[in-house]
């Protein structure tokens, strides 16, 4: 995109809804809330769930999810991008898939179910981003909307020994 195309969209005051720019080069810039996000004119490609083993790429994002095991000690970072669950309870592989209308999970620290759409909506994600987002599934359970809210399975405790940590890499290269 030129200088003047990220002008017209990058407000000198926080955006309400989506502004979009399109350089005719086979991507569009995105202005969503308070982020940039660059996506092909086309859309994303829509992908099929895939298994969950030690690391597995999202088609179409430029984001990996990884798995690794560990003791408790291993556990020295946990946030939006890196979560950890008692390994006791969460078995490989995982099923890690994309958003479908009506999924719901039980976020941490919560009782009741809440629908995701609720979640990405307060999450401020781009209603054109929903459809793609990857959902880490233990079964048909959804234990991590990645990068946004972990679920109130496996929680580590003071009885944990073994954790399985679960990280997002976002980039080209899936860092």
Same mark, same amino acid.
């Given at each position: ?5 990220? +002008? ?8 309400? !809804?989506?502004?979009? %720019?399109?350089? @005719? $080069? ?65 078995? +490989? ?8 209308? !009506?999924?719901?999970? %039980?976020?941490? @620290? $919560? ?65």
């Amino acid at each position: 995109l030129r200088t003047h195309d990220a +002008l017209a969209i990058i407000p000198f005051r926080a955006a309400k !809804g989506t502004k979009e %720019v399109s350089s @005719g $080069r086979g991507e569009k810039l995105f202005m969503v809330y308070d982020r940039l996000v660059v996506e092909p004119s086309e859309g994303l490609p829509v992908w099929e769930p895939v298994m969950l083993r030690d690391e597995v790429r999202i088609p179409g994002l430029r984001w990996s999810i990884k798995v690794c095991s560990g003791v408790t000690r291993d556990v020295v970072y946990e946030g939006e991008d890196a979560v950890s669950f008692d390994a006791r309870f969460i078995s +490989l592989p995982l099923e890690v898939r994309p958003w479908q209308e !009506g999924d719901r999970m %039980v976020p941490f @620290g $919560r009782s009741g179910a809440v629908k995701l759409k609720r979640i990405f909506t307060d999450r401020k994600v781009p209603s054109r981003m929903r459809r793609y987002w990857p959902l880490v599934c233990k079964g048909d359970e959804i234990i991590w909307i990645a990068g946004l809210v972990r679920s109130n399975a496996a929680p580590v405790t003071a009885k944990t020994r073994k954790v399985t940590i679960l990280t997002l890499l976002r980039g080209e290269d899936g860092q």
